[in-house]
């Protein structure tokens, strides 16, 4: 008998040292985790804040971690009708954009996935090519190509700016996509009688939706975030909200309050973007989604 107690116990006492290790791992890892993303949150905590500070009290060091909320930032922006006109210049232009640079990407990147096409490596690399160069070897070239065709300061313009910058992004990464999703399934489309635009439309597209909503998302970001373009290629009718937060970069002053105000209004639309794509995203991530063997 004591043998059996001495050999129940220790299996009990192994079993609760592996339960306590899993529990300990488990802690250990939520903790990186969240201090983590305190890491990560907290640059915009600080910009939020400092949009939320008082004149004059933006900019002190040491900085005040308990102040009295103020919402005067905010209201001298929206009063500022420049800034809701970059604003709206912004909404429109880079969804333009990224509606545009899809409806072009997407079906170049299926074509080049589906058909054995002359010379195709070389035209997947002169696509990659225009994103090898760096923005300022390439800006006044567009500036000279913009004067000639009156694209100069307009939405148009940067809408075309905006898709020759993300256009081979969406074709590589949606090639990636499509070649990981089985011919078989287009045929067997076919075989039930829907033509090969049906079974791109209706088989693949859906297979391939995680790829074009994660094409969206960088594509919406990387032109909401463009600044160098903007500063160039525009002067009053078409300038974007990223040149209106970098005006209040003075040559002798900042505006601290104004720039953080600005900066967390700029924000707001790339967060709503992402969690009203995330849900699509997720759903597309859990179903339709199938990788050759």
Not at 7 to 30: C, I, N, P, Y
Not at 127 to 151: D, G, H, K, Q, T
Not at 163 to 190: C, H, Q, Y
């Amino acid at each position: 008998m004591a043998t059996e107690d001495q050999t129940f116990d220790s299996a009990g006492s192994q079993r609760l040292d592996k339960d306590t290790k899993e529990t300990l791992v488990k802690v250990a890892r939520h903790a990186i985790l969240l201090g983590w993303s305190v890491v990560v949150l907290f640059p915009l905590y600080w910009l939020a804040s400092m949009s939320l500070k008082p004149p004059g009290a933006a900019n002190q060091l040491p900085p005040d971690w308990v102040f009295l909320p103020t919402v005067y930032n905010y209201i001298r922006l929206v009063q500022d009708g420049a800034f809701l006109t970059a604003f709206a210049n912004s909404l429109i232009m880079v969804g333009a954009s990224v509606i545009l640079v899809l409806l072009i990407g997407v079906p170049a990147a299926y074509v080049l996935s589906r058909y054995d096409l002359p010379m195709e490596r070389d035209i997947l690399v002169w696509i990659l090519s225009s994103r090898m160069l760096p923005p300022i070897a390439v800006v006044i070239p567009f500036f000279v190509i913009f004067r000639a065709f009156n694209l100069f300061d307009t939405r148009i313009g940067m809408v075309i700016m905006y898709v020759s910058i993300n256009l081979s992004l969406v074709v590589w990464v949606m090639k990636a996509f499509f070649d990981g999703i089985p011919e078989t399934l287009e045929e067997a489309a076919r075989v039930d009688g829907a033509t090969q635009f049906q079974g791109f439309m209706k088989v693949v597209l859906p297979a391939a939706k995680p790829g074009i909503f994660s094409v969206a998302i960088i594509s919406f970001i990387f032109a909401w975030i463009e600044l160098l373009f903007g500063l160039v290629l525009t002067s009053f009718k078409a300038v974007p909200v990223t040149l209106f937060v970098y005006s209040f970069i003075g040559s002798r002053s900042i505006e601290w309050g104004m720039l953080a105000a600005a900066s967390t209004a700029m924000i707001i639309p790339v967060v709503i973007f992402l969690i009203a794509v995330n849900k699509y995203l997720a759903a597309g991530l859990s179903f339709g989604v199938v990788i050759k063997e």
